[in-house]
């Protein structure tokens, strides 16, 4: 009887015995099997985190470097391309810039709105949901769509603004900036009313600009409206001056930054790169925290299961003892016999990793369902499978192996003497 | 022959057998220790995460005539889960004299306009801490010379560096603060420090003269509240900038805040502000879910796993509880010799496992400690073409992470790990009880 009829044999006879084994196996490969998915899907969700951070840096036109005339600099403003290209780099998750123009602005009726104080306060932007006042809670969009770059001639209004004027999203609004100066007229549709949230009556502002217009007269428009507005106003005092790009991954900021500043293309004297992930720099240390933890626990298991498994194994081997020393006394080979034991594990091996990996899977998908978003991360993959397969193979022989020595040592006579 | 003795006896005879089912016990026990306190370690760092989000809320208080009394601030700060970092801020403007009273000079170039009986004032600004308001932390400004006001008291002011020039003072100098309409209403005060603007003010031609970044002083709170208030002794505030350790209980905590007496909270706006918070959450439940899912698996396992394990162990003493059997030992007295090996060794392992997981979470917890002091902060040097904007990390006084077995924890494990293996021995020999002597001894072993 060959070693391979005799390994089969003893696997279905005691089946109960392989049963309990296979389980034990099953249930380890699977526990190793999700820790690895779920440390791959703490990656992927600390990544998320640090994306919420709305880590940013600012591209400028550096004053110091340009001419000044007396009343404003003279420095190259950004072109449009520049923005682009920079907007283009791997790792930006969205940008946005200014044009600040102050418009009057008419309805359809060829009336002009009613509003506060001053004038409007108008911000051309490229995708306003990434403009400062939005990014930090102070306005919220409420209905509509956000300003994107490929809108040519569209406005977002306060709700004040629009409950003021009976105003909705899809009306039309005209503006004009500077008629003495023959600046023409510009008709923008009404895609978005935001609220204001934040409290403007609060006196922490610092009397720039902007904090002379109440929040209900400040308007977004396209990058392409704005720029309609000032055209042929002539003057050079009036361009981009900064444009801001958020970054999808925080910790990626200095890498994106350094690529934005290979771009040879654009004259680096004229411009300056200034970096803000303060939100990210208070909570990295927390978050790499989490990190750690979560990693140093699936080596724990993963250590902890290899210990089980040689366990289990010793165990097992050693209960059959008597059987050794009658196989040994029949004269088969010490060799063969460990062979045979080896092969009734990886008989059990076989059939057990593979189901692990279905029911890790089957566990990812339930777990999947039962937290929603997060647990989605948590993904078995092959390559996942493929490592477990192939250093579980190897722990088990060598457990075996192992566990064997010590009755190998001993002669038939002394096993079989041995009480049971 | 009494059971116990027989348990002790196999247990001893028995020496290879009990000391893996001991290794397996305890391996077992440790992951699970270890495990526990990871996770209460975890949650340790959500909460820091969460407080360095910096959710607040903010009261305004303007247009109350009183503004905010020191009493409601001491008891705002008093309460559950503020974090206790916190800011207060005043501002109102004032007339400008020297130490004898003579007016001192304001810039008026580029302003809007004067206003009437503002000829020699400007706005003055308070705040817990000079060097956390917004001209300095957004404007632009920079101390040039002497300290930041970082006192409530001590009647203090900052000057513009033209200012200064203009009136020839400098640090250490005194000067009068008058209010506006009540022009006796003054009171001295000391040039602490000197500041600049590093940009240019954008709203020139727009701004009235005493928004001019010249004529502005920043002063301590108890000298805006005597301007604003008349108050003396006591310092009231216009507005309180009031930080969470859990932006969830934002709501919660505004509301309690507004159910102090004292204060006519009707008149005032309290507005929260916790944005970076909110665009976080989602993500940060995510991953704290899945600490918890790990969490949930390994201890699902570990149990299952136990569990087959016992009964693998019994399954190998079939023969044996035939003999017993045999001998006319009752079932229950064999089942209960079992049950107490099984304890007896389970006793010692959870008693081990103390030492072996508090060794290790201490090793866990000494590694994260060295990892943050070899964090060293680097900041974006690209050749000098952008600015190092960033400074070093603010201390936000966020708990130490201890990673820690606790006495909840080690009784939980003891109570599970006895129920279990209880359980799966009685489990385990419940089909080989269920028969004969004769058909136990007479199956082949």
Known sequence: ?420 | MNLCKRACLYSVRKKGKTLTLLAFLLVMATLMLTCLSIQSATETANANIKKALLGYFTINAKTLENGIPEDTVSQILAMDGLSGRYTLRSYTYATYFDADGNLLEINTEGAAQVPEGYENAGRVVANSNSQEDSYFTDGGFEMVEGNPITTETGSQVLVHEKFAQRNGLSVGDTMLLGNVEDKDKTIPVTVAGIFTNTEEQDSIGMAPSYDLYDNIVFTDLSTASFLLYGTEGTTNVQYGDFYVNDPDELERIMTDVQELDGVDWESCTLTRYDNDYQNAKESLEGLQNIVFIAIAVVSVICFLVLALFLTLRLRGRVHETGVYLAMGISKGSVLLQYLLEVILVAAIALVISFGTSTAISHQIGSSLLSQVTSETYETVDLTGESEAAQEPTEDLDLAEIEVAVSAEDYALVWAFGMVLCVASTALAAYPIMKMKPKSILSQMS
């Open chain 1, 1 to 420: 009887m060959n070693l391979g009829i005799r390994a089969i044999l003893y696997s279905a006879r005691k089946w109960k015995k392989t049963l309990l084994v296979f389980c034990l196996l099953l249930a380890i490969t699977t526990l190793v099997l999700s820790g690895l998915a779920i440390a791959d899907a703490q990656e992927e969700q600390a990544e998320e985190v640090r994306g919420t951070t709305g880590a940013s840096f600012t591209v400028e036109r550096d004053i110091s470097t340009g001419g000044w005339n007396g009343n404003y600099s003279t420095q190259e403003f950004m072109s449009e391309d520049m923005i682009q290209q920079i907007a283009a780099v791997d790792g930006i998750a969205g940008y946005d810039a200014t044009l600040i123009t102050l418009p009057r602005i008419f309805n359809d009726k060829g009336e002009e709105l009613a509003h506060e104080n001053y004038s409007f306060y108008n911000y051309g932007s490229y995708n306003s949901q990434y403009h400062e006042l939005f990014l930090s809670g102070r306005f919220e969009l409420v209905e509509g769509t956000h300003i994107t770059d490929d809108m040519t001639n569209s406005i977002i209004i306060s709700r004040e603004l629009a409950e003021w004027n009976g105003l909705k999203v899809g009306d039309t609004l005209t503006g004009v900036y500077y008629p003495e100066n023959n600046t023409p007229e510009v008709d923008m549709e009404i895609v978005g009313i935001f609220d204001v949230v934040a409290d403007k009556n609060d006196q922490v502002n610092m009397y720039d600009d902007a904090s002379y217009y109440a929040y209900s007269s400040y308007v977004f428009c396209s990058m392409d409206a704005a720029e309609g507005l000032i055209k042929g106003w002539g003057e050079d005092g009036e361009g981009i001056s900064e444009a801001y790009y958020y970054v999808t991954d925080a910790a990626q900021l200095e890498n994106v930054i350094q690529e934005v500043q290979s771009i040879s293309s654009i004259n680096w004297n004229n411009y300056k790169i200034t970096a803000n992930d303060e939100v990210y720099q208070n909570i990295s240390s927390a978050l790499s925290d989490t990190g750690t933890l979560i990693t140093t626990l699936i080596i724990v298991i993963t250590a902890v299961s290899m210990v089980l498994i040689i366990l289990i194994l010793s165990m097992s081997i050693r209960s059959r003892k008597r059987e050794t020393g009658i196989l040994l006394a029949v004269g088969i080979a010490k060799p063969a016999v460990i062979l045979q034991y080896v092969l009734e594990t990886l008989l059990i091996a076989v059939v057990a990793f593979p189901l692990a990996y279905l029911s890790s899977k089957q566990v990812a998908g339930t777990l999947g369902t039962l937290f929603g978003k997060a647990a989605e991360n948590v993904i078995v993959t092959p390559e996942h499978f493929m490592l477990v397969a192939i250093v579980g193979g190897i722990l088990l022989v060598a457990a075996v192996l192992v566990s064997s020595i010590s009755t190998m040592r001993l002669k038939p006579k002394q096993i079989l003497a041995q009480m049971e």
